[in-house]
């Protein structure tokens, strides 16, 4: 369990409601992962508790000095050498 996250915060985050329904799921998705895998709204147990770290890890990307996600830095720098371009090249018209 992150140990930034505490009680306060799980219910906050499940008093949020989304306007959109992906706003609404994300809302509870990220609930669920604060509280060890327990969603806020059925009390079920939806993931073992012992998966929310790798979970957490999956989508929450290391970032680097800037705050930008080093995987996606990687990715498209990847992108970009596999088709012969480069991203921070600017062609004049």
């Known amino acids: 369990m992150n140990p930034l996250v505490n009680a306060g915060a799980v219910t906050a985050t499940s008093m949020v409601k989304g306007t959109t329904y992906d706003a609404t799921w994300n ?5 669920t992962l604060a509280d ?3 969603n806020p709204l059925t009390k079920k147990q939806v993931m073992h508790a012992q998966y929310v770290p790798r979970a957490l890890a999956v989508i929450s990307p290391p970032l680097d000095a800037a705050g930008n996600s080093v995987r996606a830095q990687k990715a498209i720098t990847d992108i970009s050498n596999a088709l012969g371009g480069n991203p921070y090249s600017a062609t004049p018209r």
């Open 36 to 38: 060890a895998g327990r």
């Open 27 to 31: 809302t509870v998705m990220a609930a």
